[in-house]
């Protein structure tokens, strides 16, 4: 498994290079000029998601659309993903997820209206849009549209299936002590009660789960952030100084450049709110709408609530907390004795030991206990004989020691080594640290929060997936692929995240490429649109 995280990381860091990035970002600043800077109709745009008018073709209403898209954004990406982000790239990258986000709004908005205006009513007479159809048909490239189709129906799997399960079993595990397995077996059996039922079924479990779960997220991270209000004036500054000149290493964060904090927020904000990625637009084409412009609008407003609101929320908690600075070593695991000893310790905050600020006899203790296998290893942190003995052992690599490949006998002196930095924390660790400030209920909220989140997701991404087989192999491919989903769902939870996590940021990267390039060529058409009813104030038109 190790072998294959670091086949994937080598992968995501080509996808995710510079051409990509420059190509995602600056289509988002591109479409963002071109329609004279649409994010300035936003407020008409939330007054219009609101509506619950049923006028027009289409499967579902706006409104349940909207609440369908954004469940599939509204999910881990703005709780594990975030924080994964600050862990990976430092506080800066949530700057950079947050511009990501206001200028992905001109994206959303147009791969939405290319869907609708090249959607197609299939011979069971349902509605079927998305990027596949408009490269077909706007583009007359079927062969792209075969490509993202293709990119979507297994990426899928990925970003809106595993991460998600295995997002909810872990916390589950870590907070209550779930088996993975179970946790994986009840979200399985959820999801094919609802998936089976079709896209109604969705929108309508939809519709009933996002408004109280994003009320409710929105309330908890409000309340901690008024908890530590005082903090909040250097926490927005660090954010901004970071975002353009990187994080140095403080407490147990290892530190991360600009270059990181870039790469690490735009695509954990691609990740969160799919602008450009071209999944949403899939179930925008199924919206009864009285022409593209008003769905467009309707689904730009996914954006702002997904990123402009609750991830800039997330991030600002997390930075707030400092949860982000410290090394903790989780403890449900350890022994009945040794964890008592930790919970006795002043090394002992949030739920979990400060490893590096640990006296260095329980140091030692933990180490002989296998509680740490691996740590990061400072420059002239350790002593010179060790860091030799270690080399030759061949325990250290790149800077990363692995305790258990060390002799035994050394394992005192390793405890008693100053400059201890653990590696970096997992996103729900951050995430659930932070939530511990609300008395009693703190890990309660963020629990239920991540699984309605988790849920919903589950149950959009099905739905883009299935229209993308359909497109590739017909209706006939619709029944198993619900049935597929539902297995994934069980498998997804007990896997690791690390290579999971990487899987979906691949797959998000090369499903945004044809996607960019036809939101790119037909620009014009998107202008023409925009023009002929927003411009000229013909939106009630069909």
């Known amino acids: 498994m190790a072998e294959l995280e670091r086949i994937l990381d080598l992968i995501a860091g080509y996808v995710w290079g510079a051409p990509l990035l420059i190509l995602l970002f600056g289509t988002h600043l591109f479409l963002t000029f071109r329609l004279r800077f649409i994010q300035r109709y936003i407020g008409k745009a939330i007054r219009l998601s609101l509506e619950r ?17 954004l469940a599939a954004t509204i999910g881990t990406g703005n709780i594990v993903g975030v924080a994964t982000a600050v862990a990976a790239g430092g506080p800066g990258a949530i700057l950079w997820m947050w511009l990501t986000g206001v200028f992905g709004i001109s994206t959303k908005y147009a791969e939405a209206l290319l869907s609708v205006k090249y959607r197609i009513t299939t011979p069971e007479g349902q509605m079927a849009g998305g990027p596949m159809y408009v490269l077909e048909r706007g583009m ?55 998936v089976l039922g079709g896209i109604t079924w969705i929108s309508r479990a939809c519709e009933a789960l996002v408004p109280f779960m994003a009320c409710a997220y929105v309330v908890g991270c409000l309340y901690l952030l008024i908890m530590h209000i005082d903090r909040i004036p250097a926490s927005i500054a660090l954010i901004l100084s970071s975002a353009f000149s990187g994080t140095a290493l403080t407490g147990g964060f290892l530190g991360a450049g600009v270059a990181q904090a870039i790469r690490f927020g735009i695509a954990r904000g691609l990740f969160s709110n799919e602008s450009g990625l071209g999944s949403a637009p899939i179930v925008a084409a199924a919206a009864q709408t009285r022409n593209p412009v008003r769905q467009a609008l309707v689904s730009s407003t996914g954006t702002f609530w997904d990123t402009v609101v609750v991830c800039a929320m997330t ?16 403890v449900k695991d350890l022994s009945p004795d040794l964890r008592a000893t930790v919970e006795a310790s002043p090394a002992f905050q949030h739920g979990g030991l400060d490893f590096g600020k640990a006296p260095a006899d329980l140091r030692t203790a933990l180490l002989t206990a296998g509680a740490w296998s691996t740590v990061t290893v400072l420059p002239d942190a350790f002593p010179a004989g060790l860091r030799e003995t270690a ?100 498998v997804g939870s007990m896997i690791t995240l690390n290579a999971v996590w990487t899987f979906a940021d691949i797959a998000n990267g090369l499903m945004a490429v044809p996607n960019l390039i036809a ?24």
């Open 519 to 542: 939101l790119i060529a037909l620009n014009p058409v998107i202008l023409a649109e925009t023009r002929t009813y927003l411009w000229e104030d013909r939106l009630d038109e069909a």
């Open 391 to 490: 080399s030759a052992a061949g325990a250290l690599r790149d800077e990363t020691l692995t305790v258990a490949s060390l002799p035994a006998e050394l394992l005192p002196e390793l405890g008693k080594a100053e400059g201890w930095r653990p590696p970096p924390q997992k996103g729900s660790v951050l995430t659930k640290t932070a939530f511990a400030d609300i008395p009693t209920i703190g890990p309660l909220v963020l629990t239920l929060g991540l699984l309605t989140f988790v849920f919903s997701t589950i149950l959009g991404w099905e739905y883009y997936g299935e229209k993308a087989a359909e497109y590739l192999l017909g209706s006939r491919v619709i029944l198993p692929y619900r049935i597929l989903w539902v297995f994934s769902v069980l």
């Open 140 to 194: 007359n490239q079927r062969w792209l549209g075969w490509l993202f189709a293709l990119l979507t129906a297994v990426a899928a799997f990925g970003i809106g299936n595993m991460v998600q399960a295995n997002s909810i079993a872990s916390m589950l595990n870590e907070t209550f002590d779930i088996p993975n397995w179970a946790s994986g077996i009840v979200m399985a059996v959820l999801t094919a009660v609802v």
């Open 53 to 69: 008018s049923q006028e027009g073709e289409g499967d579902i209403s706006q409104f349940g659309a909207l609440t369908t898209a």
């Open 315 to 330: 991030g600002l908690v997390i930075v707030n907390s400092q949860s982000w600075t410290l090394s903790l070593l989780p």
